[in-house]
């Protein structure tokens, strides 16, 4: 089970940390991401990282701006989003998964949702 939190409203320009935390370390999965979705589209990528190592892979749109961490010791992952803009405003979803992809589908665990708003 996967907890999601950090969420708020910001202004443009401002910065949030997303959290998520895994009730238990699944073995099996190695990948953990974060998507985000809009009203009415659907879920997109945004950052994922690889459990063993740390290698991280970024949408284009968010390179250089949002970074992904994890602590091993304490099954969490985190997005720090800073520089944010209004296109960046959306539902933000954790989630694991057993290998790093930029479609949603693969990935087997998912987070509730967690909200950012941006205000112009």
């Known amino acids: 089970q996967l907890q999601a939190s950090g969420g708020g409203l910001v202004q443009t320009g401002g910065s949030l940390r997303l959290s998520c935390v895994a009730s238990e370390r699944n073995t099996h999965t190695s990948a953990l991401a974060w998507f985000r979705q809009v009203p009415g589209k659907d879920r997109d990528f945004v950052a994922a990282?690889?459990?063993?190592?740390?290698?991280?892979y970024y949408a284009d749109s968010v390179k250089g701006r949002f970074a992904i961490s994890r602590d091993v010791a304490e099954n969490t992952w985190y997005l720090q989003m800073n520089d944010l803009k209004p296109e960046d405003a959306a539902v933000y979803y954790c989630?694991?998964?057993?290998?790093?992809?930029?479609?949603?589908?693969?990935?087997?665990?998912w987070g509730q949702g967690t909200l950012v708003t941006v205000s112009s």
């Open positions: 989630a694991a998964g057993f290998n790093v992809a930029t479609d949603y589908r693969p990935y087997e665990y």
């Open positions: 990282i690889r459990w063993r190592d740390g290698k991280t």
